[in-house]
T-cell receptor, first 115, second 110 residues
Framework: KAGVTQTPRYLIKTRGQQVTLSCSPI?????VSWYQQTPGQGLQFLFEYFSETQRNKGNFPGRFSGRQFSNSRSEMNVSTLELGDSALYLC??????????????FGPGTRLTVT | TQLLEQSPQFLSIQEGENLTVYCNSSSVFSSLQWYRQEPGEGPVLLVT?????EVKKLKRLTFQFGDARKDSSLHITAAQPGDTGLYLCAGANYGQNFVFGPGTRLSVLP
């Protein structure tokens, strides 16, 4: 079974631009979560999508948004990029059968650099 | 707000030594996961523990979930350079987002 895939792997953007990152979960997984990881803040939860609906949300500004499609693939968008948005963005998928979500499997991440 | 603390923050040891890292919280979790992450890559799931007092072994790694399901430990026997990485613990409850600790950065020197 293929793992979680994320595209692109690396991205360089300029302040003020916007960016869209893509995540394809493991086949059959219905929950997709997004995280931002930086050396100073560690792994921070952005949001989780389940059956095309945002189920949980972290403490990030509205510039960060996401969505999930009917095939469970997910995208996240960051508008008006700031230098502080430079980070490794990780996507994780979970089976979440019968309301239980014991395990998450991560993709390789997208390294975003904002200049 | 649920928080997970990990200790130590950094650990540098020689090949062949044993070590234990800890993950603690004041909150109860339905399950707890341990991950290992290498630079520039996503975390890789090592184990999930769901029962208080549960002990799981993965080759030279031993994981234990506390009786009250608030804490966990990871013990590595005879560490090898390939064990080097960032070890993250994460707690989960039904329908809620996963909570991650800050990680323990382990360096095993040959």
């Amino acid at each position: 079974k293929a793992g979680v895939t994320q595209t692109p792997r690396y991205l360089i953007k300029t302040r003020g631009q916007q960016v869209t990152l893509s995540c394809s979960p493991i086949s059959g997984h219905r929950s997709v979560s997004w995280y931002q990881q930086t050396p100073g803040q560690g792994l921070q939860f952005l949001f989780e999508y389940f059956s095309e609906t945002q189920r949980n949300k972290g403490n990030f500004p509205g510039r960060f948004s996401g969505r999930q499609f009917s095939n469970s693939r997910s995208e996240m968008n960051v508008s008006t990029l700031e230098l502080g948005d430079s980070a490794l963005y990780l996507c994780a998928s979970s089976l979440d059968a019968a309301g239980k979500s014991y395990e998450q499997y991560f993709g390789p991440g997208t390294r975003l650099t904002v200049t | 707000t649920q928080l997970l603390e990990q200790s130590p923050q950094f650990l540098s040891i020689q090949e062949g030594e044993n070590l234990t890292v800890y993950c603690n919280s004041s909150s109860v979790f339905s399950s707890l996961q341990w991950y290992r992450q290498e630079p520039g890559e996503g975390p890789v799931l090592l184990v999930t523990v769901v029962t208080g007092g549960e002990v799981k072994k993965l080759k030279r790694l031993t994981f234990q979930f506390g009786d009250a399901r608030k804490d966990s430990s990871l013990h590595i026997t005879a560490a090898q350079p390939g064990d080097t990485g960032l070890y993250l613990c994460a707690g989960a409850n039904y329908g809620q987002n996963f909570v991650f600790g800050p990680g323990t950065r382990l360096s095993v020197l040959p």
